[in-house]
């Protein structure tokens, strides 16, 4: 392939990459001198800061002092004697094994391990926050990996098991383990276990448009009439469009067609090594707009309702953007699940994107063409270590458990997709890096947009315990333009919350809308302000739909089928 630059050039010195590319795979995509960085930053600052190093020194002896009195009275098991507590979430240490000598004792003198090191790389005088959250991070996730739950011998449930079982717990993890260090060795992923088109991504429906990036779907009437406004659907491309239909109980696709919308979906295509020069503008231009194209001459719609999920919220952003700039009024609404437009306060994630980590990242991309969905998903893992590595290694390799059999969410999970290597260096420096789009400095063909055009009303989801896209930074949306914003904070995940169904239990959000004229909130002021609900904020979304739509008519004819849905790119490898 081309190496490329941000602007699409090649870069003065691109062919002589190849040793940088080198240590880029040695290193696993990961930059040692950022990682050097951030270690000499805290070190000088920790060692010119005595106030904080004579806190340290006395937590560590307070915890010492601490976790032997809790040693020299029997490691009681009672949970108010206990020196430490387990953070909240944690659930590594649940069993009630764990209270018991010697496990007790080896739990509390990592939780207060947990509590030093945390103290320790956090409020360091000077040193700059984004070091301090990083440093923070890189911590625990060494002590995450030393935890004593990790280890046979100093886990109370994988000896009971080993007792229980006469060592078949062993024996069928070493088997596992095997298994999938031959998965590794010949680079092979594990198949989801959900076909595409029999159990999950059934709804009924055509292929009516594909180009080179994306196929558009269209999806049969379920009512005998429909509102006039399309919805389009723009999922993001790091993932398949289906995790919107899974299976038909929960497919949102299925529940909108079921409430009188007539549906477009795009599906894109899994890139390779041939697409790597593939830009985000690419992405904007055959993906909403030629789909929006589309739509409105085969169904004769004025206006589209347009719904973003994550990365593809990010982009039909940016189209609403462009549109608001070049007078294009074919959009009724703009919905935005998950999808963040401001990066200046990303998460977690953010600990992953510097220069010198892009920089490095664009030169593993430089070499094969594209980022491979396990590059990726690797760091959303260690964003939440405990739950999806460590807790499953334990299971699978100490408890000897069978892996899981997957349900419809795990099987798309597994199911993920390339991302090509011009784009993603666009999306990581125009967005993470400069955060372009929020700043009035985003370009598209040639000129820049601005959210602060748009004055479509806007539908925001956040979850509250997203990893990917915090919910106070898809919040931002409500200062970023002049639009009315009704916004949905629900319980669950990234993916999780998004996919709550009327009827899922243990469901809930809460709602409110913000007028383009009223006073600022701050996401606190609008917990404050918003109204709880129990169970599926879909219904409330439909009914947002609805009130901004015309009345009822004959669904539109689907016309010019390629082949049914699922169509081909969704099953691209």
Known sequence: MKDFDTNGQRPPGAGERELRTSIARLALGTSPVSTLSMLND?????????????????????????????????????PDTWAARPKQGDRRFRDPRWAKPPFAAWAQAFLLAEEFWDAATSDV???????????????????????PSNFLATNPEALARTVETGGRNLVHGAVSAAAYAQRAFRKARKRPSKVVGRDVAVTPGKVVFRNHLMELIQYSPQTATVHPEPILIVPAWIMKYYILDLSPENSMIRYLTEQGFTVFAISWRNPGAADADLGMLDYLHQGPMAALDHICKATGAETVHGTGYCLGGTLLSVAAAAMARDGDARLASMTLLAAQTDFSEAGELMLFINESQVSFLEDVMAAQGYLEADQMMSAFQMLRSNDLIWSQLIRTYLLGESEAEMNDLMSWNADSTRMPARMHSEYLRQMFLNNDLAAGRYRVDGHAVSLRNIRLPIFGVGTETDHIAPWKSVFKIHDLGHADVTFV??????????ISEPGHKRRHFRIHTRRD???????????????????????????????????????????????????TYVKME
């Open 125 to 147: 005088p000077g040193l700059t926050p984004a070091h301090d959250a990083a440093m923070t991070f890189l911590v625990r996730q060494i002590l995450d990996a030393a935890a």
């Open 42 to 78: 805290w070190a000088l600052h920790l060692a010119t800061a005595p106030d904080k190093q004579i806190a340290l020194g006395r937590q560590a002896q307070q915890n010492w002092s601490r976790w032997l009195r809790f040693v020299a009275t029997g490691s009681p098991a009672a």
């Open 489 to 498: 904070l629900t319980n669950g995940g990234h993916n999780a919350g998004v």
């Open 517 to 567: 004229q009223d006073l600022t909130l701050t996401p606190d002021d609008w917990l404050d302000a918003a109204e709880m609900r129990q169970g599926s904020w879909w219904p409330a979304w439909v009914a947002w739909l609805a009130a901004r739509s015309g009345e009822k008519i004959k669904p539109p004819k689907i016309r010019g089928a390629l082949e049914d849905a699922p169509g």
